[in-house]
C-alpha cells in the first residue's frame, strides 16, 4: 500500500505541473495578443500608398500636388511673365529714403530672430526675406482682393 501511495502522489504532483505548464502557456498566448492589440491601437495612422515614400520637395508645383491639394486649396496660375516682371521689380528698385529704412529697420527689429515671419493672420503672412531684403507677403484665403487689401493696410499703418 505504500508504494501505491506514493505513485498517486507523484501522478498528482505531474498533474499539476501539467496544469502549470499549460496556463503558463496559455497566459502567454493572451499576453502576446493584448501586446499586439495595444501596438495596433497606438500605431500611427497612415493613409495606404504613402508607406515607405518620401515626400517630394520641388519649388516648382507638379501637376500631382495640384490634384492632391484640389480639396484643401484651389488651384493657383503660375505666369512666366509675372514671376520675371517681379523678378524685375526687386532687382530694380528705388533706393528707400531714410525715413523709410528707419521704419523698416523698426518693423524687422519687432520680429522673431529665429523666424522670417513678421506677421501673420488667418488672411495673410507678411515675411521678410533678408537675402534681397525685401517683404514677401503670402495670401491664405481665397479672397484675394480683401486679403490684398488687408496686407497693403497693415504695411501703411507701419509708416511702409
Same mark, same amino acid.
Given at each position: 500500500m505504500g508504494l501505491q501511495i506514493n505513485y498517486?502522489?507523484?501522478n498528482n504532483t505531474f498533474m /499539476? !505541473? !501539467?496544469q502549470?505548464?499549460?496556463f503558463i502557456f496559455l497566459s502567454l498566448i493572451v499576453l502576446f495578443f493584448i501586446i499586439l492589440s495595444i501596438m495596433l491601437v497606438f500605431a500611427? %495612422? /497612415? /493613409?495606404?500608398g504613402t508607406l515607405g515614400t518620401p515626400p517630394e520637395i520641388s519649388l516648382i508645383p &507638379? %501637376?500631382?500636388s495640384s490634384q492632391t491639394n484640389q480639396q484643401t486649396r484651389p488651384a493657383v496660375p503660375y505666369s512666366q511673365i509675372q514671376t520675371d516682371k517681379l523678378l524685375q521689380r526687386v532687382t530694380t528698385r528705388t533706393p528707400l529714403s531714410d525715413a523709410d529704412k528707419q521704419v523698416k529697420q523698426a518693423v524687422i527689429a519687432g520680429m *522673431?530672430? *529665429? &523666424?522670417?515671419s513678421v506677421f501673420a493672420t488667418p488672411q495673410f503672412r507678411i515675411e521678410y526675406i533678408k537675402s534681397p531684403d525685401v517683404f514677401m507677403v503670402e495670401i491664405l484665403d481665397t479672397d484675394i482682393n480683401a486679403s490684398k487689401k488687408a496686407a497693403i493696410d497693415w504695411f501703411l499703418q507701419k509708416g511702409i
Open positions: 498517486t502522489m507523484y /499539476s !505541473k !501539467k502549470i505548464l499549460f500611427p %495612422q /497612415s /493613409s495606404p &507638379s %501637376q500631382a *522673431n530672430p *529665429n &523666424s522670417e
